[in-house]
T-cell receptor
Framework: KQEVTQIPAALSVPEGENLVLNCSFT??????LQWFRQDPGKGLTSLLL???SQREQTSGRLNASLDKSSGRSTLYIAASQPGDSATYLC?????????WGLGTSLAVNP | EPEVTQTPSHQVTQMGQEVILRCVPI?????FYWYRQILGQKVEFLVS????????KSEIFDDQFSVERPDGSNFTLKIRSTKLEDSAMYFC????????????FGSGTRLTVV
């Protein structure tokens, strides 16, 4: 059974820092991996989608990598800003659904 | 950019009542999903729907739940005889193709059962 774990659970950094959020999964037989952002009490905004055949995806200050064989993905946020404060969720896709981590709660302090 | 629209954004219901949560998926998407997130817990898969039938459902999705695509645009989740533990954020999602294309989620309906 696929399990998704995200470390750290919470992170507080000063503005401007580069940071890395980690996601690990137990079953490497995945279709893709998607990173989402969730603001408190709000919906799920897709940030990056990495297919199983890809190693990384980039969007602006965000870069996500995937190492399927070791069951790991990282989300790199460059030059963090207070507006990046949110919970970041990692979700692993098989052919029918997403399996989710609990998220990393990020606070970027001005 | 195309969006998945969910209504209402917040619903309060009495225990034992029936609720219907509504979703308008992206128009050219073929696969539709419901997920839920109980406060402080992981997002959980409930059900997937394709070609007017359920393609997969989780253990959570028992006889209390049903889904329907009543017309060409809406996708609904009905919860019968609501319980306190049904209180959660319910998310609708759609996808153009099975899994490979990724998922687009709506902003959610917060259901509170009192």
């Amino acid at each position: 059974k696929q399990e998704v774990t995200q470390i750290p659970a919470a992170l507080s950094v000063p503005e401007g820092e580069n940071l890395v959020l980690n996601c690990s999964f137990t079953d490497s037989a995945i279709y893709n991996l998607q990173w989402f952002r969730q603001d408190p009490g709000k919906g799920l905004t897709s940030l990056l989608l990495i297919q199983s055949s890809q190693r990384e995806q980039t969007s602006g200050r965000l870069n996500a990598s995937l190492d399927k064989s070791s069951g790991r993905s990282t989300l790199y946020i460059a030059a963090s800003q207070p507006g990046d404060s949110a919970t970041y969720l990692c979700a692993v896709g098989n052919n029918r659904k997403l399996i989710w981590g609990l998220g990393t709660s990020l606070a970027v302090n001005p | 950019e195309p969006e998945v629209t969910q209504t209402p954004s917040h619903q309060v219901t009495q225990m034992g009542q029936e609720v219907i949560l509504r979703c308008v998926p992206i128009s050219n998407h073929l696969y539709f999903y419901w997920y839920r997130q109980i406060l402080g817990q992981k997002v959980e898969f409930l059900v997937s729907f394709y070609n007017n039938e359920i393609s997969e459902k989780s253990e959570i999705f028992d006889d209390q739940f049903s889904v329907e695509r009543p017309d060409g645009s809406n996708f609904t989740l009905k919860i019968r005889s609501t319980k306190l533990e049904d209180s959660a954020m319910y998310f609708c999602a759609s996808s153009a193709g099975q899994a490979k294309r990724g998922y687009t989620f709506g902003s959610g309906t917060r259901l509170t059962v009192v």
